[in-house]
């Protein structure tokens, strides 16, 4: 994603575009001047095939007309924003994508953009432009390869909008906090033979050579020699090595101190407990919250704010190799408690295990862990809602607050006590899976073995990590989900 975004003023009837895209309020279009413009240079007729199409500005509606000549865009693009009361950031920033993704098309290169206030929320707006214009076409050949690129989006506010430092500055930052949440999207398009533990690595070296954070990876050898061998064993059966990676970014006074562990698993066949063939493939995504710990330091690192990040990946790839790990091994963890294997295909938790340990000697004020961790999830919220779990109430509606200011989907499970007794077992201090009912609950109980005493989060995204379908700021295939909920609980931690 290579083209430019930046803010303009004038007349929207004398843009020069390929496609204008007109954000409309839900009231009486007449009393939006520039559709009563666009009415007057198209001489006349757009309120009439308006109100004849029932387009009335509801939230994400959509009306799309060629020009035929009569202005410089070639097509006028119309999206409803809803209500002017409920357009927050949220709502905003999917506005921008929805309109995006509904603009682009074949040849189309400059796309105008006209707010539906004159004086937007820039970050927000900026976010869910970058987020809407999003493709991964990285694969593409011949015929399927785009004949054009986008080159650039101008944003059409009142002159003296444009020509403001602060505003620049704004948009600026949103478009860098949107291509941060890509760089996950991309990692979790990535086709396995390509992403593995160790391209993982390199994705973080190049964000600390970029932008001057603090980076430890650890090889194969490395990990069982610093005792976690719970990591190890998950990543044993593959040629590809398991990575452990660990990213600091450090301001020069803290306010808080924040670990955000993922889960790096970038292939999963379930082991020797294999999965079955039909959806396998999708198990490409499993290192979803990886990528989103990735993406959460990209933005951390534009927007700088006042807090002590730390980004912990466990990365491995889980194969049924003759020296894979087996139903009935047990090994110890860097916490130092036994673990009895029941499933292989359970390995997430595993690789988590250890992370969240290491996390916890870091002494930080929260932890909060991302993974794709259990099918059982996706029974009891769907693909949209990615469950989470916390230690306490306050923590719990912090991380409420920042994921309604992102407009991402969570909602809060219970920490059912008496389902922890599927995790006692016969021959060492825990098993790592329980029953089959409640399977999202006990992993998080199993995890929450690891944390100490630290204020905790699980978040376990297996629905919203990869997309069927491109709905709001959300795009088919891999959707970097989390990033923009974890920057918003980093940012208000430090306000």
């Known amino acids: 994603m290579t083209f430019q975004i930046q803010l303009t003023s004038g007349d929207a009837t004398a843009a020069p575009c390929d496609v204008l895209v007109v954000s409309v309020l839900q009231e009486a279009l007449d009393k939006n001047s520039t559709l009563s413009g666009l009415e007057r240079a198209l001489g006349g007729g757009l309120f009439a095939h308006a109100k004849a199409s029932e387009f009335e500005g509801k939230n994400e509606q959509q009306l799309d007309l060629p020009t035929f000549g009569k202005i410089p865009a070639r097509r006028l693009l119309l999206i409803g924003a809803g209500p002017k ?58 015929e399927r390869k785009p004949k054009s690129e986008l080159g650039k989006i101008s944003v059409l506010v009142p002159a003296a909008g444009a020509k403001s430092a602060a505003s620049k500055k704004s948009l600026e930052l949103g478009v860098q906090v949107a291509r941060a949440v890509s760089l996950a999207r991309d990692a979790v398009n990535e086709p396995p033979n390509v992403l593995y533990p ?12 970029k932008h001057g954070l603090k980076l430890k990876v650890l090889g194969k050898k490395q990990i069982f020699e610093a005792g976690m061998l719970l990591h190890y064993a998950v990543g044993q059966g593959s040629a590809n090595e398991p990575r452990f990676i660990h990213l600091t970014y450090r301001p020069k006074k803290p306010k808080k101190k924040l670990a955000f562990v993922g889960k790096g698993l970038t292939f999963d066949s379930g082991g020797l407990c294999i999965k079955p063939a039909p959806g396998m493939g999708e198990m490409k995504s499993d290192m979803a919250g990886a990528a989103a710990v990735l993406g959460l330091m990209a933005a951390v690192a534009v927007v700088r704010p006042d807090v002590e990040v730390h980004g912990i990946i466990g990365a491995a790839e889980n194969m049924p190799d003759g020296s894979a790990y087996r139903p009935a091994d047990v090994f110890s ?25 290491y996390a916890t000697k870091l002494a930080p004020d929260v932890i909060v862990d991302a993974a794709t961790l259990t099918g059982a999830v996706l029974v009891a919220l769907g693909k949209t809602y990615s469950a989470f779990y916390a230690s306490d109430d306050a923590l719990a509606r912090t991380l409420e607050t920042a994921a309604r200011e992102a407009g991402e989907s969570f909602w809060r499970m219970p920490l059912i006590e008496e389902l922890g007794d599927q995790l006692k077992s016969d021959i060492a201090d825990l098993k790592h899976t329980g029953d089959r009912w409640g399977g999202s609950i006990t992993a998080a109980l199993f995890l929450r073995e690891f944390v100490a005493k630290v204020p905790w989060i699980h978040c376990d995204i297996a629905g919203p990590a990869l997309s069927e379908r491109a709905r709001g700021v959300v795009p088919k295939g891999g959707t970097g989900h989390g990033v923009l909920t974890f920057l918003r609980f980093v940012e208000n931690a430090g306000s």
Do not use: W
Not at 198 to 209: D, F, N, V, Y
Not at 333 to 347: C, H, M, P, R, W
């Open 333 to 357: 963890s860097l916490d130092g408690k036994t673990v009895e294997i029941i499933n292989t295909d359970a390995e997430g938790r595993l690789v988590l295990a250890d992370a969240l340990t």
């Open 198 to 209: 160790e391209t993982l690595a390199g994705i973080a070296r190049s964000l600390a050579k």
């Open 85 to 142: 009361g409920d357009l927050d950031a949220a709502r905003l920033r999917a506005l921008a994508a929805v309109g995006m993704r509904s603009a682009l098309g074949t040849n189309v290169k400059a796309i105008t953009f006209v707010p539906p206030l004159p004086e937007p929320d820039l970050r927000a707006l900026g976010e869910g432009l970058v987020l809407g214009a999003y493709r991964f076409t990285k694969y593409f050949t011949g």
